[in-house]
Nanobody, 123 residues
């Protein structure tokens, strides 16, 4: 069974950058997609970015396109989220997630989740 361990996050001012990292351990051979979601207080968890593990194809929420970039290190089963030009509305707890189902972008289709890391952007 896969486990996801996140690192990164923190507090920055508007326009700043942060990088999140997520290492997948355990049974990783069956994973098809790894992604990032976020949840702000009082809001539902929302999709941020995802990468198809075999092909490297990426998907982004419209709200982060051009500012965030998801990448991977297949040697260490790590997925990264580089966040640039951060805005106060990006403030949320960010979760790494993984799924064995190909091509999914909905949170309910992801079986494995990290513990979450706080990202705070101040104006």
């Amino acid at each position: 069974q896969s486990q996801l361990v996140e690192s990164g996050g923190g507090s920055v001012q508007t326009g700043g950058s942060l990088r999140l990292s997520c290492a997948a351990t355990g049974g990783t051979s069956s994973l098809s997609v790894m992604g990032w979601f976020r949840q702000a207080p009082g809001k539902e968890r929302e999709f941020v970015a995802a990468m198809w593990w075999s092909s490297g194809r990426t998907y982004y929420a419209d709200s982060v396109k051009g500012r965030f970039a998801i990448s991977r290190d297949t040697a260490t089963n790590t997925v990264l989220l580089q966040m640039n030009s951060l805005k106060p509305e990006d403030t949320a707890v960010y979760f790494c997630a993984a799924s064995t189902i190909p091509g999914v972008l909905r949170a309910r289709d992801y079986a494995y989740w990290g513990q979450g890391t706080q990202v705070t952007v101040s104006s």
